[in-house]
């Protein structure tokens, strides 16, 4: 079982809880469908708000011309949530792939939906991330997520590559 995350969703729409591809999609009609079927859920162990804060340090100490230059863009946590709710995760191990990974929060939420089931997991996560300036925030997210998946009885092996995903495969 390996996932693939990625941050874009255009031209995807929920119907019946299957994401199809639909020519007419707008952002709006994506979400509202979303909660309409229930798909978002609290952040209730708070790894996407700890990933969020670590984001807002991030932007706030960072300017925006030399992320704008980078091409840095973050996946909004609502966004990232959406994404994770979509995943089917009834093994008791897999394996995830972030290409983009940022600061974290795609893999926080992967890690709190984890945290939603009973069942102990084990899973690995590679964290595809170009920019070696963000690479300490994005393992200060993951650790935090490994140390709280620990403490609930799952297990989290991740491995952050200072590498652009897109280039190297």
């Known amino acids: 079982g390996n996932f693939h995350l990625t941050s874009k969703l255009q031209g ?4 019946q809880n299957k994401i199809k591809p639909n020519s007419d999609f ?3 009609s994506l979400f509202s469908s979303a909660q309409e079927e229930g798909i978002y859920r609290k952040d209730k162990f708070e790894l996407i ?3 969020q804060a670590v984001e807002r340090d991030y932007l706030d100490s960072s300017r925006p011309n030399d992320r704008k230059t980078k091409g840095q863009f973050f996946t909004p946590s609502n966004v990232s949530m ?3 709710d979509m995943l089917d995760i009834e093994k008791q191990k897999f394996n995830i792939l972030d290409p983009g990974a940022g600061i974290g929060t795609l893999s926080a939420a992967v890690c709190e ?3 939603s089931f ?4 084990e899973f690995s996560l590679d964290a595809y991330e170009k920019d070696s300036t963000i690479i300490p925030l994005l393992n ?3 650790l935090k997520c490994k ?3 620990h403490e609930h009885g799952h297990k989290l092996n991740y491995r952050i590559i200072n590498k652009d995903f897109i280039m190297e495969n």
């Open 147 to 149: 140390t709280v998946l």
């Open 82 to 84: 959406f994404m994770a």
């Open 118 to 121: 009973n069942n102990k997991t």
């Open 12 to 15: 995807l729409q929920v119907v």
């Open 26 to 28: 707008t952002k709006n």
């Open 113 to 115: 939906k984890v945290l």
């Open 140 to 142: 200060k997210v993951l």
């Open 49 to 51: 708000s700890y990933a």
